[in-house]
């Protein structure tokens, strides 16, 4: 939900070590609200569905690189990211942080099928991303978007 203004997750927002008397909580404001604070997010789900993206293995023998994605892998699809993100409107067509750090867990695929996801994370994600980076800023799990797309980069010129 929205906590004083800032996106969070619930059950880590503590309210004695918050600022000031008042507490305004909102619900999401890029989510379909359903009641009171809840948010529908189901569009988080569908869009990483619709590109057949699952994550793969990780690769332990380059130690840089699994540190990354140890820590991408941590997303909790909590959707705080596409809530800051100035390029994210509802149901846009612009998938966000945690589509590109899942991207960046695809070690174990097939050729063909990174080659498939390369197209889509063009299309959903780097066609509409201004490298705000706003989405870390909220990120209660700490995954730099940067270090994503800086490997990501880094993999396509392989
Ligand atoms: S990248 Fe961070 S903010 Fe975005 S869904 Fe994953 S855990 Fe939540």
């Known amino acids: 939900m929205v906590i004083n203004g800032r996106p969070s997750l619930a059950c880590n927002t503590f309210p004695d070590k918050m600022k000031g008397k008042e507490l305004v909580l909102e619900p999401l404001s890029k989510f379909p609200v359903v009641a009171d604070l809840i948010t529908d997010r189901s569009i988080i789900d569908n869009n990483l569905r619709q590109v057949r993206l699952y994550i793969g293995e990780r690769d332990k023998n380059d ?89 990501l980069a880094h993999s396509k010129s392989k």
């Not at 140890?70 to 800051?84: Q, V």
Request: aromatic content about 12%; charged content about 20%; hydrophobic content about 30%.
């Open 63 to 151: 130690r840089g690189l699994y540190e990354l994605q140890y820590t991408a892998a941590k997303c909790l699809k909590c959707g705080l990211c596409l809530e800051i993100c100035p390029n994210y409107g509802k149901g846009d067509n612009f998938f966000g942080a945690l589509f590109a750090n899942d991207t960046f867990l695809t070690h174990s695929l097939s050729e063909s099928r990174k080659k498939d996801l390369k197209r889509e994370y063009s299309k959903h994600f780097l066609a509409g991303c201004s490298k705000a980076l706003s989405c870390e800023s909220v990120c209660p799990t700490g995954i730099s978007t940067l270090s994503s797309i800086f490997s």
